[in-house]
């Protein structure tokens, strides 16, 4: 009965929607759509399924017609939407949305692209490529969180560095793709804040937490982050996490305390290769903040960054918002980095291996850039968004494997079993089976 009354409300408000087009019921909006002008239910209704703008070129004419203050409807310039999924590069995640109001259309056929690109693959060669391609992302997000507790280097450096580099090579991406930045004064301050909150800070905060804990725990750490998304998405969206959602989220918040219990309460974790310093003063009486604390703050970074993917997109293409927040982000970092006095980077320019440039170029070439490249083709352009889906766990398994073979680094019992329960919190609640919002087309994420 709740499908039959989801289906006759869509059928409702399309019908009403069809009706007001053919009577001129709307104003002409910025690069062509048609505003409608609607009250009450209607309101209501195109809310919650999200309908998508209408192009003039659904309807025979274009007539402007005055809302009950006797002036023209119109909308603030955003950009035009498209029906594919977009996605949006956010820490070492990637956030998608597919703009049709029906989820369950969107999902089957998301499925059905996902079948014809398996099906396409007749030889087992090709199998294989594509399955590493699949699962490229997640390795390149892991193992590039191993290279740059390898390199050593200053972490705001290495912050910037891992930034600047890939989100040039994304804004030349962007271009010859023909997608544009912002165009308003708005869509500016959106990117720039997006900058500065999933670019400067994650970055930031991720490189010092590498500096005083394992890749492996703190990959864990960062990869709970949907935990805050969907409780933030329930305060701020109205949001309904469904059952599976509060089973997730409790099991999340249970791993995360067993995963910094121990630097809570003081003392030090020492693993093979590294010790890491629970939040106590040094010395000399200032505070040192925990590796796991900094991974926290950086997990905290990315779950907000998520949540202004729906202000960003509206203002800008999604590899082109990815760019320009990743050098936005990136260039504070580089000044903090330039003007701290215990770093002579010259200096440590000139020393610098033939092996750590190489880690250099993984960290941003592959641990950005293609990452976010690989995702945003296999998503919009093969159809495997729903596979992607599923192997999110994959990132903290990678990094976890290469510090434990590269490094030497391991995990305590606690700090296994909270691991471990933290992952299934964050795979109940990418699992669930649904909500109030998600039935009335709420569109499906995507994270790494």
Known sequence: DRKKSLIFRRV????????????????????????????????????????????????????????????????????????????????????????????????????????????????????????????????????????????????????????????????????????????????????????????????????????????????????????????????????????????????????????????????????????VTAAAPDVHGALTISGEAFMFLAAQSMATGTLMVRWVGKYCDPVAATGLHLIIGGLPLAALAASDPNIDLPDMLAHISATDTLLLLYVSLFGSAASYGVFFYLATVKGSLTRLSSLTFLTPMFAAAGGYFLLGETLTPIQLAGALVTLLGVTALNVSPGSDDAADGEAPKDGA
């Open 12 to 275: 409702h408000v399309r019908t009403e929607v069809d009706t007001m087009l053919e009577r001129g019921q709307y104003s002409t909006g910025p690069r062509g759509t048609a505003a409608l002008v609607v009250h009450g239910r209607m309101r209501a209704a195109c809310r919650s399924f999200r309908l998508a703008p209408i192009q003039p070129s659904q309807v025979g004419r274009l007539q402007a017609t005055p809302d009950k203050g006797g002036t023209s409807r119109t909308q603030s310039p955003q950009r035009e939407e498209s029906s594919d999924p977009q996605c949006y590069g956010t820490g070492m995640e990637v956030e998608c949305t597919v703009p049709e109001y029906d989820r369950s259309a969107g999902s089957t056929a998301a499925a059905a692209a996902d079948a014809s690109t398996s099906t396409s693959s007749s030889t087992a060669l090709s199998q294989a490529v594509d399955a590493a391609l699949l699962i490229s992302p997640f390795f390149f997000w892991g193992t590039s969180m191993v290279a740059m507790k390898t390199l050593g280097m200053p972490p705001m450096f290495m912050a910037a560095w891992r930034c600047l580099p890939a989100g040039g090579l994304l804004l030349l991406w962007a271009s010859a793709k023909g997608e544009k930045g912002p165009s308003s004064a708005v869509g500016w301050l959106a990117v720039a804040l997006f900058g500065l909150v999933d670019g400067a800070c994650f970055q930031g905060f991720l490189a010092e937490g590498l500096q005083r804990t394992s890749a492996g725990l703190g990959s864990v750490i960062i990869d709970s982050q949907p935990l805050s998304v969907a409780l933030a998405s329930s305060i701020l969206f109205g949001e309904t996490l469904g059952l599976g959602g509060i089973v997730g989220l409790v099991l999340g918040v249970s791993g995360l305390v067993l995963l910094e219990g121990q630097s809570v309460g003081g003392g030090i974790i020492d693993s093979t290769a590294t010790a």
